[in-house]
T-cell receptor, first 115, second 115 residues
Framework: GENVEQHPSTLSVQEGDSAVIKCTYS??????FPWYKQELGKRPQLIID?????GEKKDQRIAVTLNKTAKHFSLHITETQPEDSAVYFC??????????????FGTGTLLAVQP | GAGVSQSPRYKVAKRGQDVALRCDPI?????LFWYQQALGQGPEFLTY????????KSGLPSDRFFAERPEGSVSTLKIQRTQQEDSAVYLC?????????????FGDGTRLSIL
């Protein structure tokens, strides 16, 4: 089955700096890769996603890149702000040809933005 | 409602008791997912519904776990004879349609503690 690895597990940056979180996946048939932000005790919130037919997507300060050949995708946050501090999860949807679109999550990255 | 609603937010039960967790998906969303999130980990898939049909229950950890969505809207996750290892946050997510690449929107979860 699909396996998603995420690095680093913790990341501390100064306000205004960029942050990069990387994930790799094992199933080459996976075709959808969302990123979620989860604050303590809150729900995971979808912040950006990318499909396998696209190499890069950007939304204001957030961007995601996908390298299908290497089976890895990355989240880039520019001009970080203290409110970006949270746990970030990457995920992949394996395409088994069936109806299930379950998400396989990485282990999370705790991002701390220091003011 | 505006988002996925889960109840109760917190549930404390003694080992051996049965519990029932409720999920109200976003109105009109066809797909509904249950995930289990242990402390410090990413969510793990439990089961998936398309309307009232449970199409994938491969993630349910044992036959003590049972889920239903009888009318294709509200879903209930039931855990019988609870064990301490069942302690976790149970997250529900819904998406508008079936098929790969459909964004999943999460509820705030139910934090279950088994004493």
């Amino acid at each position: 089955g699909e396996n998603v690895e995420q690095h680093p597990s913790t990341l501390s940056v100064q306000e205004g700096d960029s942050a990069v979180i990387k994930c790799t996946y094992s199933d080459s048939a996976s075709n959808y890769f969302p990123w979620y932000k989860q604050e303590l005790g809150k729900r995971p919130q979808l912040i950006i996603d990318i499909r396998s037919n696209v190499g890069e997507k950007k939304d204001q300060r957030i961007a995601v890149t996908l390298n299908k050949t290497a089976k890895h995708f990355s989240l880039h946050i520019t001009e970080t702000q203290p409110e970006d501090s949270a746990v970030y999860f990457c995920a992949a949807t394996p395409n088994y040809g069936g109806a299930t679109n379950k998400l396989i999550f990485g282990t999370g990255t705790l991002l701390a933005v220091q003011p | 409602g505006a988002g996925v609603s889960q109840s109760p937010r917190y549930k404390v039960a003694k080992r051996g008791q049965d519990v029932a967790l409720r999920c109200d998906p976003i109105s009109g969303h066809v797909s509904l997912f249950w995930y289990q999130q242990a402390l410090g980990q990413g969510p793990e898939f439990l089961t998936y519904f398309q309307n009232e049909a449970q199409l994938d229950k491969s993630g349910l950890p044992s036959d003590r776990f049972f889920a239903e969505r009888p009318e294709g809207s509200v879903s209930t996750l039931k855990i019988q004879r609870t064990q301490q290892e069942d302690s976790a946050v149970y997250l529900c997510a819904s998406s508008r349609a079936q098929g790969a690449g459909q964004p999943q929107h999460f509820g705030d979860g139910t934090r279950l503690s088994i004493l």
